[in-house]
Structures are given as C-alpha cells and as structure tokens.
C-alpha cells in the first residue's frame, strides 16, 4: 500500500473525468459531496441487463468507470469546488490475471480478492492510495509492491505529478 499526494489537483481531475485514463477500471464506489451528497455503488443491477447483454460484459458484478464519468463530471462541473469526493476503483480481472502472471506463480489468480486505488479529495488535497486484497493468508507482499509499481508507471505514463508519502 502507497500513500501518493497529487499536487496537481485540476490536472488531474480534467484526466479522471474528461480523459479515459482510468475507463478500464471497475468503479466499486464514488461518493461527492457537493450541494447534496451523491453516492453511486458501481455495483451492477443484473435483472436490468438482458441475458446477452450480461453475457457481453467482461464484469459482471462492477460496471466500468467509463459508464459513470459523464454523470460524475456532470455532477462536479461548475464553478464551485466539490466538498470532498471519493472513488474506489478495482482493477479488471483480465488485468489483475496480467499482473499475476508477471509474478511467476508466486501466487494464484482466484487467491486474488482485487487490487484497489482509492481517491480521496478533500479540504483542497487530493490522496491517491492503493490497496490489495488478497484471499489467503501471506507473507508474500510481492503482489502488493507490484501493483503499487504499476500504479506508479501508470501515473507516469499519463503525465500526473505525485509525491509519495512515507
């Protein structure tokens, strides 16, 4: 588990609301508190799905980030700073089982409860934290460091600035 500051707050909130950066993951929760707090559960009413249609979705369980940002953008947007905000996000399956396969068998994929990044904004700050959740009992923190590894690139790669605290 990291703790990453993101110093560049309106950069940052133009990616994850306007950009697909973050698209491919699950959204497990956002909660924004702006004139009237709004939480969304990103998890998934099956019985509005048809069979095809849930059988046509990787996720059965989570809808993606890339289904809620235009409702979380059209909720942020404005002239006046948000309160505070949250969003949980898990990574997919299929990126979880490429980050496990990197590991070489140190651990198995269905030992695997999901890799998160938490982002908090409030009081003007906006935190970045990762966390693993994993089914078994270990010692191992190999997919833990891993992950924090691969949110770190990600952020590179994308351009967000971040400090990492201790």
Request: hydrophobic share 40%.
């Amino acid at each position: 588990m990291i703790l990453l500051n993101i110093p560049e707050v309106k950069s940052f909130m133009a990616k994850l609301l306007t950009q697909t950066v973050f698209d491919s993951f699950l959204l497990r929760e956002l909660e924004i508190q702006t004139f009237t707090n709004f939480h969304i559960s990103g998890q998934l009413n099956e019985n509005f799905f048809t069979k095809e249609e849930l059988n046509e979705r990787t996720d059965k369980q989570f809808t993606l980030w890339s289904d809620i940002r235009a409702i979380a953008f059209s909720m942020i947007k404005g002239n006046r700073t948000p309160l505070s905000f949250k969003v949980v996000f898990q990574l997919s399956e299929e990126q979880t089982a490429l980050l496990v396969q990197k590991l070489a068998g140190r651990i198995r994929q269905e030992e695997v409860g999901g890799l998160y990044l938490n982002i908090r904004f409030e009081k003007g700050e906006l935190h970045m934290i990762t966390g693993t959740a994993i089914k078994t009992f270990t010692l191992d923190k190999t997919l833990e460091q891993e992950w924090d590894a691969e949110v770190r690139n990600m952020l590179r790669q994308q351009g967000i600035a971040f400090v990492e605290q201790s």
